[in-house]
Nanobody, 129 residues
Framework: QLQLVESGGGLVQPGGSLRLSCAAS????????IGWFRQAPGKEREGVSC????????YYADSVKGRFTISRDNAKNTVYLQMNSLKPEDTAVYYC??????????????????????WGQGTRVTVSS
């Protein structure tokens, strides 16, 4: 059973940066496509970004394009979400999710949350002055 643990959340001022980490409990995270989602109070879950296992392709929601960057370090079994130029509307609990390359062999599922099989517990990001 794959277990995911997010970290790196916190309080940051508008315009600031944070880097979120998604660490896995198994040594083969490179065989999973990884997505980042967020959910703000009273709002629906939103797909933010994802990165493929097979071809390195990525997806970004329009709301974060040019500000967020997803990357993976397979040696450290970790996927990162670098968030720059943060805005108050980025405030949310951020979750990482995973789907095996067997179940999703090409690309990554983007914002289709139902494609992901494993989820972390989330890390809170608050953007406020």
């Amino acid at each position: 059973q794959l277990q995911l643990v997010e970290s790196g959340g916190g309080l940051v001022q508008p315009g600031g940066s944070l880097r979120l980490s998604c660490a896995a409990s198994v040594a083969t995270l490179n065989y999973y496509a990884i997505g980042w989602f967020r959910q703000a109070p009273g709002k629906e879950r939103e797909g933010v970004s994802c990165i493929s296992s097979s071809d390195g392709s990525t997806y970004y929601a329009d709301s974060v394009k040019g500000r967020f960057t997803i990357s993976r370090d397979n040696a450290k079994n970790t996927v990162y979400l670098q968030m720059n130029s943060l805005k108050p509307e980025d405030t949310a609990v951020y979750y990482c999710a995973a789907v095996s390359v067997i179940d999703f062999p090409v690309g990554c599922p983007g914002s289709s949350w139902y494609e992901y099989d494993y989820w972390g517990q989330g890390t809170r990001v608050t953007v406020s002055s």
